[in-house]
């Protein structure tokens, strides 16, 4: 069977036709496909959270082990903890550390504050409420109302 004619010229068109349906079905499967416009909607407004509201989960469903129902815990008024509201944190400026000068005893920074150019020492104000704490040859330090921030090259 290896040197026969009739094998060539039957499984070479079988072939052909089996790998032209492949693509036949790929293109057109390609072709038939659009692209479907999906819209997004707004989320609906309901009503507004109450942020000293207390939540809690219901888990009153069956034990999956033990086939048991477990308890409610009702939590009582004096069991509910104060919500505490995280501290809204000061928006700092774009602050760019550019280098430090070196003259004698003195050390000074070179920084950009939004786009304007400043030379500063220990202790002195950058904007505002901003201070310089700490100068050291590839970092700067600034305080603001306790909060800190090391600026590097």
Same mark, same amino acid.
């Given at each position: 069977?290896?040197?026969?004619?009739?094998?060539?010229?039957?499984?070479?068109?079988?072939?052909?036709?089996?790998?032209?349906?492949?693509?036949?079905?790929?293109?057109?499967?390609?072709?038939?496909?659009?692209?479907?416009?999906?819209?997004?909607?707004?989320?609906? #407004?309901?009503?507004? @959270? %109450? *942020?000293?509201? +207390?939540?809690?989960? &219901?888990?009153?469903?069956?034990? =999956?082990?033990?086939?048991?129902?477990?308890?409610?815990?009702?939590?009582?008024?004096?069991?509910?903890?104060?919500?505490?509201?995280?501290?809204?944190?000061?928006?700092?400026?774009?602050?760019?550390?550019?280098?430090?000068?070196?003259?004698?005893?003195?050390?000074?920074?070179?920084?950009?504050?939004?786009?304007?150019? #400043?030379?500063?020492? @220990? %202790? *002195?104000?950058? +904007?505002?409420?901003? &201070?310089?704490?700490?100068?050291? =040859?590839?970092?700067?330090?600034?305080?603001?109302?306790?909060?800190?921030?090391?600026?590097?090259?």
């Amino acid at each position: 069977m290896k040197n026969n004619k009739l094998t060539y010229y039957l499984l070479i068109p079988a072939v052909m036709i089996i790998w032209g349906i492949i693509i036949y079905k790929i293109v057109v499967r390609n072709d038939d496909r659009k692209v479907s416009e999906t819209r997004i909607n707004a989320p609906k #407004k309901g009503k507004a @959270v %109450n *942020e000293n509201e +207390i939540y809690q989960l &219901i888990n009153n469903y069956s034990d =999956p082990f033990f086939g048991e129902h477990p308890q409610l815990n009702e939590v009582s008024s004096s069991d509910r903890q104060e919500v505490v509201k995280p501290k809204v944190e000061k928006k700092w400026p774009v602050i760019r550390f550019d280098g430090y000068i070196l003259n004698g005893n003195k050390i000074k920074c070179h920084l950009t504050v939004s786009g304007e150019d #400043k030379i500063l020492q @220990v %202790n *002195e104000k950058v +904007i505002e409420d901003y &201070i310089v704490s700490a100068i050291t =040859p590839d970092s700067v330090k600034i305080n603001c109302e306790g909060n800190s921030r090391w600026l590097k090259k």
